[in-house]
């Protein structure tokens, strides 16, 4: 009697968990939900009209957007559309559809759907499969398998798509976790491979290799000494870029993680290894916590679980917080270090420095203040190709990036229940310099926004009055630019809240290297109409009426006077 193969006991054990989990669900939930609709129908039209300049929109358009959500025992099925005087979409989920049926410490998954193991293993790669998450006692069970990408074949009659060509991928991977008291150990497994029959042929001019791969990952956290904590993780992951390369030849150059995972995959003249580290060090405080990270991912890291993944970099990071005066200020700081080009294969090398703070202070329930400073330098050295017969030391560049950063607010509340105030002043800076080797002076730039505003509202009438003001500088290599301007708000509503009415009116400056423009005048005019129906006093059908009145003062020649005028409206229906 042959062995049991295990990857078909997986599979028949996630097939029997989707069965035995949907069965609960049903049998518990779904009878009592049944069958369920739920969804909105949504009708617009905007109207534009200008006078002055020509049209820069059409002067009608008018659309209906709807979505549907049907419940099936348990399951959603979204439903939407939307239909207009320009296009027609219809979307329906049976091209993707998900179900995640659940019972006590037992979750799977059918269908498409993404799940992570690790951030170097499998990280949120959409599958279409099954995958099952156990959470028994301090037990962390998962597992999955599926096609990670489907076939498309070249088309010989449209060259664009031909770009867009891929063989069958299909993946399975398991991640077994312990935790107890806020330590743990874990350990993720993740493999895919590329089917080389899925493609009846290739073209030269579009390269594509069928690929393999599989990822290990080990993580663990220890707390020690009551306040100290260790935590890591460590991975590997082995890639064959091409599985019809010969085998008899192996990479000559293979990585230090081979000696652990090697023999995993067949070995060929293109495979590769790389591996990754992300480990931390921290102490937990009654008022501060100290943090330090490190983090290295070796050069063209690569998984076939993750869409996308930086790699070719090693960052050390320091994080205090503080917490003092009974939670009444708070400070948390970051510092980190960052740098590429680990095994100096590229021409430039690139390191970093980063440093934020941040700080939180209410002294009392009537002040706020919070604040943010935040450093960002850059250093890249680029090297020139190497000529033997020519050398030049000057060919070297050695560029500096500085970027500074400030921002602040300050509240102040004020009233009582019948007539709460509140002041608000926000306000930001930024300062960046440039500099290379060549350039004799740095290139300089800044950029400062300030707001005000100041509110009232007298909650007996529903009535809310503002006032605010705004400027915005910007100074650059050759770029002066100002703008500013104020703004009046009044908000009203009426018949127990079901009308609503908005009025505001702005005025903006704008001036650029001792140019003037025109200025600007906006006024809008909103109403909102939400009846109560029904018992419950719902409201489910909304009104909207906006118009917007926009007049634009002569400035230079090239800026001529207009006046615009778009109005809206809209009505919705939910159910």
């Known amino acids: 009697m042959p062995a049991p193969n295990p990857f078909r006991l997986l599979c028949a054990l996630l097939g029997c968990l989707s069965l035995s989990a949907a069965a609960q669900d049903i049998g518990q939930i779904g009878v009592k939900k049944g069958v369920t609709l739920n969804g909105s129908l949504n009708l617009s039209s905007i109207g534009y009209r200008v006078w002055g300049i020509e049209q820069r929109r059409d002067p009608f358009n008018w659309f209906a957007t709807g979505n549907l959500n049907v419940n099936l025992f348990g399951y959603s099925v979204p439903l939407s559309f939307s239909y207009s005087n320009a296009n027609t979409s219809f979307s329906q989920p049976f091209n993707q559809f998900t179900f995640t049926p659940q019972y006590k410490w037992v979750k799977t998954y059918v269908g498409y759907s993404a799940m992570t193991f690790s951030n170097y293993t499998l990280n949120g790669h959409v599958f279409l499969g099954g995958g099952v998450e156990l959470t028994p006692g301090n037990w962390r069970i998962s597992a999955m398998y599926g096609r990670l990408r489907k076939a498309v074949p070249y088309d010989l ?97 293979p990585r230090k993680a081979s000696n652990l995972i090697k023999g995993l995959l067949p070995q060929n003249s293109t495979q590769r290894y790389f591996d990754a580290v992300n480990a931390g060090l921290g102490y937990q405080g009654n008022w501060f916590t100290l943090q330090l990270r490190y983090e290295r991912v070796a050069p063209e890291y690569q998984t076939l679980g993750a869409y996308f993944f930086n790699n070719d970099l090693r960052n050390i990071t320091i994080a205090p917080m503080f917490r003092l005066l009974k939670g009444r200020l708070n400070m948390a700081a970051n510092v980190g270090l960052q740098q590429n080009n680990l095994d100096e294969a590229r021409e430039s090398t690139s390191k970093r420095t980063v440093g934020s703070l941040n700080i939180t202070f209410a002294p009392s329930e009537k002040w706020n203040f919070t604040t943010a400073y935040s450093n960002f330098t850059s250093f890249t050295n680029q ?63 800044d950029f400062l926004s300030l707001n ?106 090239t800026q001529p006077a207009f006046t615009e005028l778009t109005g809206t409206f809209n009505y919705s229906y939910s159910f």
């Open 383 to 445: 090297r020139p190709l190497p000529d033997p017969l020519f050398n030049n030391q000057l060919d070297t560049l050695n560029f500096y990036q500085v970027s500074e950063t400030f921002t602040g607010s300050a509240i102040r509340m004020l009233g009582g229940q019948k007539n709460p105030q509140t002041i608000m002043l926000t306000g930001s800076y930024q300062q960046a310099s440039n500099k290379a080797t060549f350039q004799p002076q740095a290139e300089l730039s």
């Open 157 to 253: 009659t449209d060259s664009l798509q031909n770009t867009q060509a891929s063989y069958k991928r299909m993946g399975y991977g398991v991640k077994v976790g312990y935790d107890h008291n806020g330590d743990n150990i874990g350990m993720s497994v993740f493999t895919a491979k590329d089917d080389v029959n899925s493609l009846p042929f290739t073209l030269p001019e579009y390269p594509l290799a069928p690929q393999q791969n599989i990822a290990v990952s080990l993580t663990g956290r220890k707390k020690f000494l009551q306040r100290f904590f260790v935590e890591g993780e460590y991975a590997i992951s082995a890639l064959n870029n091409d599985i019809r390369a010969n085998t008899a030849e192996a990479d000559s150059v």
């Open 452 to 557: 005000v505003a100041y509110s009232y509202a007298y909650t007996p009438s529903n009535l809310t009055l503002a006032v605010a003001g705004n400027y915005y500088t910007n100074n650059a290599v050759g770029i002066q630019s100002s703008f500013w301007g104020p703004t009046l708000s009044a908000t009203k509503a009426f018949f127990d809240k079901t009308l609503r009415c908005s009025l505001s009116s702005s005025y903006n400056q704008t001036s650029g290297n001792n140019i003037r423009s025109g200025p600007v005048l906006n006024n809008r005019l909103n109403l909102t109409y939400a009846p109560k129906t029904g018992s419950s006093q719902t409201q489910r059908h909304n009104f909207s009426l906006g118009v917007s009145a926009l007049r634009r003062f002569a400035g230079t020649e």
